[in-house]
């Protein structure tokens, strides 16, 4: 069993240090920088913060976003670009997708962008690697994991697939947590077993919590009647389940984006082609959503779930912001670095809006 005391205090440093290097971002116009600055040492990259600045001074930003056609570089790239993964040696490594039903992307994040972080963890020297969730009731986790391809992934580069539902569970009762008076129950592997936990969310529209990101896939982590109990509040109680259990690091998959109809296929589709990392769940989500509104305009399609509220506005938002979790409090300690995506100006302007 890991040192508890150990693993706490190598997550609030890793947190800690991404996120100091986005409060010294500079504030200005943002701008295109042929030098790859923020982070970005590739040419063509592009850095910026919530109010538009663009960074200086070589400081990496908290969110990475990574166009490519090879999806696997698209997330090493990424990663890197946001300070990378810290040193796994010996370590077990749990990572987290979004697996709610027996369907693939967008409504679950790509094989290959699980594979690739299977890799990357193992190259930091992880141990033991666990790709697990807690499927929506009415499907089993591992069939969900086999149809969207992620099962085969896990198998073949020597993970360890595992179903939440049936493993040992925990009652947790976290200070803060306003909206959970009698708390919540989590899986005990989760606590007991795992030192690194990589959340692997994907881009999409929710019809009751308005969208599917980081604070939302979190629900994989609870057990099925703290499920029902969520859903009466999704606004303020997903974000709080972080206050018990939390993500050391986030990859978003927003290669494919699910713009409407969601949690399930059937709504308008966009294929982003981006990935996105960081250590932030809040700059995630913030991440996602400009990802999401611009596509929304892209095609004309309205979606009041997430037209109707800017960035910040979000119920999930509101709430996570409120929490003093250690993740970003405010737009103005939000920083980007980006490669590849031309139109990132364009994306990004959702955050001022």
Same mark, same amino acid.
């Not at 881009?203 to 990101?213: E, P």
């Not at 939390?246 to 109809?261: H, Q």
């Not at 589709?269 to 981006?274: D, E, F, H, L, T």
């Given at each position: 069993? *890991?040192?508890? +005391?150990?693993?706490?205090?190598?997550? &609030?440093? $890793?947190?800690?240090?991404?996120?100091?290097?986005?409060?010294?971002?500079?504030?200005?116009?943002?701008?295109?920088?042929?030098?790859?600055?923020?982070?970005?040492?590739?040419?063509? !990259?592009?850095?910026?913060?919530?109010?538009?600045?663009?960074?200086?001074?070589?400081?990496?930003?908290?969110?990475?976003?990574?166009?490519?056609?090879?999806?696997?570089?698209?997330? &090493?790239?990424?990663?890197?670009?946001?300070?990378?993964?810290?040193?796994?040696?010996?370590?077990?490594?749990?990572?987290?997708?979004?697996? =709610?039903?027996?369907?693939?992307?967008?409504?679950?994040?790509?094989?290959?962008?699980?594979?690739?972080?299977?890799?990357?963890? +193992?190259?930091?020297?992880?141990? &033991?690697?666990?790709?697990?969730?807690?499927?929506?009731?009415?499907?089993?986790?591992? %069939?969900?994991?086999?149809?969207? /391809?992620?099962?085969?992934?896990?198998?073949?580069? /020597?993970?360890?697939?595992?179903? $939440?539902?049936?493993?040992?569970?925990?009652? #947790?009762?976290?200070?803060?947590?306003?909206?959970?008076?009698?708390?919540?129950?989590?899986?005990?592997?989760?606590?007991?077993?795992?030192?690194?936990?990589?959340?692997?969310?994907?881009? +999409?529209?929710?019809?009751?919590?308005?969208?599917?990101?980081?604070?939302?896939?979190?629900? /994989?982590?609870?057990?099925?009647?703290?499920?029902?109990?969520?859903? %009466?509040?999704?606004? =303020?109680? #997903? *974000?709080?389940?972080?206050?018990?259990?939390?993500?050391? $690091?986030?990859?978003?998959?927003?290669? +494919?984006?699910?713009?409407?109809?969601?949690?399930?296929?059937?709504?308008?589709?966009?294929?982003?082609?981006?990935?996105?990392?960081?250590?932030?769940?809040?700059?995630?989500?913030?991440?996602?959503?400009?990802?999401?509104?611009?596509?929304?305009?892209?095609? !004309?399609?309205?979606?009041? %779930?997430?037209?109707?509220?800017?960035?910040?506005?979000?119920?999930?938002?509101?709430?996570?912001?409120?929490?003093? =979790?250690?993740?970003?409090?405010?737009? %103005?300690?939000?920083?980007? !670095?980006?490669?590849?995506?031309?139109?990132?100006?364009?994306?990004?302007?959702? #955050? =001022?809006?």
């Amino acid at each position: 069993m *890991p040192d508890e +005391k150990s693993k706490e205090i190598s997550r &609030r440093a $890793f947190l800690k240090a991404s996120l100091g290097a986005a409060l010294v971002t500079a504030v200005g116009c943002g701008s295109e920088d042929s030098g790859g600055s923020g982070g970005n040492s590739n040419p063509g !990259g592009t850095s910026g913060t919530g109010t538009g600045g663009t960074s200086g001074g070589g400081t990496q930003p908290l969110v990475g976003l990574v166009r490519d056609n090879d999806s696997g570089k698209a997330v &090493r790239d990424a990663v890197t670009m946001v300070s990378g993964l810290p040193d796994l040696t010996g370590k077990t490594v749990l990572l987290k997708p979004n697996l =709610n039903s027996n369907e693939g992307p967008p409504t679950s994040p790509s094989p290959e962008v699980v594979r690739a972080a299977i890799r990357m963890v +193992k190259a930091r020297g992880a141990i &033991r690697v666990i790709v697990g969730d807690r499927s929506n009731p009415a499907y089993d986790t591992i %069939q969900a994991m086999t149809a969207a /391809g992620i099962y085969d992934v896990a198998m073949a580069e /020597g993970a360890e697939p595992m179903n $939440f539902s049936g493993q040992a569970t925990r009652h #947790l009762t976290p200070a803060g947590a306003s909206h959970w008076p009698n708390g919540f129950t989590t899986y005990a592997v989760i606590l007991d077993q795992v030192n690194y936990v990589i959340n692997m969310c994907c881009c +999409k529209h929710h019809s009751g919590a308005n969208y599917t990101m980081a604070m939302k896939a979190w629900q /994989g982590i609870i057990e099925q009647n703290d499920r029902n109990t969520a859903h %009466q509040d999704l606004g =303020n109680r #997903l *974000p709080e389940l972080h206050l018990g259990v939390k993500e050391d $690091f986030v990859i978003l998959d927003a290669t +494919k984006a699910l713009l409407t109809g969601g949690p399930g296929l059937g709504g308008r589709q966009a294929s982003p082609g981006i990935v996105i990392a960081t250590a932030d769940a809040v700059a995630a989500d913030a991440t996602g959503l400009c990802v999401m509104k611009h596509y929304l305009a892209q095609i !004309g399609q309205a979606d009041p %779930q997430i037209d109707n509220y800017t960035i910040w506005t979000q119920p999930q938002m509101i709430r996570a912001l409120a929490l003093n =979790n250690g993740w970003i409090s405010g737009k %103005q300690q939000y920083s980007y !670095g980006s490669q590849g995506i031309a139109e990132i100006e364009t994306i990004m302007q959702y #955050l =001022n809006a």
